[in-house]
């Protein structure tokens, strides 16, 4: 069954996924070794590798010096590749709305997953 977000595809039946915003491809779901919810600094999206940039929700930030960010899913291979998977469209500031919206369908994305790579094991 494929499971269709706007920045990935996730296909159950056959154990693959398609990053459609970040590091763009297919890739094989038993491959994944470790898949994290995190937030990456917004002047860093595709300067770098993903999410090396994160910036730590619940850290106390000030006002107008709130740093913007793409809330995303970083996901790192058995042979150590990073992938970045960007669900914000937009960059967003913490303790929003839509950054609580893109939290949650991250978490949504990576418990999915997390599921599918433990059904194959």
């Given at each position: 069954?494929?499971?269709?977000?706007?920045?990935?595809?996730?296909?159950?039946?056959?154990?693959?996924?398609?990053?459609?915003?970040?590091?763009?491809?297919?890739?094989?779901?038993?491959?994944?070794?470790?898949?994290?919810?995190?937030?990456?600094?917004?002047?860093?999206?595709?300067?770098?590798?993903?999410?090396?940039?994160?910036?730590?929700?619940?850290?106390?930030?000030?006002?107008?010096?709130?740093?913007?960010?793409?809330?995303?899913?970083?996901?790192?291979?058995?042979d150590?590749?990073?992938?970045?998977v960007?669900?914000?469209?937009?960059?967003?500031?913490?303790?929003?709305?839509?950054?609580?919206?893109?939290?949650?369908?991250?978490?949504?994305?990576?418990?999915?997953l997390?599921?599918?790579?433990?059904?194959?094991?």
């Amino acid at each position: 069954m494929k499971h269709e977000f706007r920045s990935i595809v996730i296909d159950t039946e056959n154990k693959t996924f398609e990053i459609l915003d970040g590091t763009k491809g297919s890739y094989n779901i038993a491959d994944i070794k470790e898949c994290d919810v995190l937030t990456e600094h917004a002047s860093f999206r595709g300067e770098t590798k993903p999410f090396l940039h994160q910036i730590v929700e619940g850290s106390t930030v000030i006002g107008l010096f709130q740093p913007k960010m793409y809330v995303g899913l970083k996901i790192e291979m058995k042979d150590d590749t990073i992938l970045g998977v960007y669900v914000s469209l937009d960059p967003v500031l913490m303790q929003t709305d839509q950054q609580r919206k893109d939290h949650k369908e991250a978490r949504k994305i990576k418990k999915l997953l997390d599921k599918t790579r433990e059904e194959s094991d």
